[in-house]
Nanobody, 117 residues
Framework: QVQLVESGGGLVQAGGSLRLSCAAS????????MAWYRQAPGKQRELVAT???????NYADSVKGRFTISRDNAKNTVYLQMNSLKPEDTAVYYC???????????WGQGTQVTVSS
């Protein structure tokens, strides 16, 4: 059974930092493309950052220079370090995994991030 379990969300003041973690099980973590998405109330889910099996990263323009995605294949965990948080970063953040050959996609249950002004 595949599980992606996010943690690390919470309430933080603008300018603060949070580190999200996503622990994966039931997949060959090291080969999967991992990503973080977010969905704010009344808005569509949007891609925040991705990291390939080789460690290449990509970011949404809105978070470039503030957020850093990383992975630890030994721990089957992907991280999202979020610095200089803004109220507009408030959203539910979802962990995502995609197998590069089968295209199979998995989602976590989400973790709430709230940034107060």
């Amino acid at each position: 059974q595949v599980q992606l379990v996010e943690s690390g969300g919470g309430l933080v003041q603008a300018g603060g930092s949070l580190r999200l973690s996503c622990a994966a099980s039931g997949i060959i973590f090291s080969v999967n493309v991992m990503a973080w998405y977010r969905q704010a109330p009344g808005k569509q889910r949007e891609l925040v950052a991705t990291i390939t099996s080789g460690g290449s990263t990509n970011y949404a323009d809105s978070v470039k220079g503030r957020f850093t995605i990383s992975r630890d294949n030994a721990k089957n965990t992907v991280y999202l370090q979020m610095n200089s948080l803004k109220p507009e970063d408030t959203a539910v953040y979802y962990c995502y995994a995609r197998h590069p050959w089968t295209g199979k996609v998995y989602w976590g249950q989400g973790t709430q991030v709230t940034v107060s002004s």
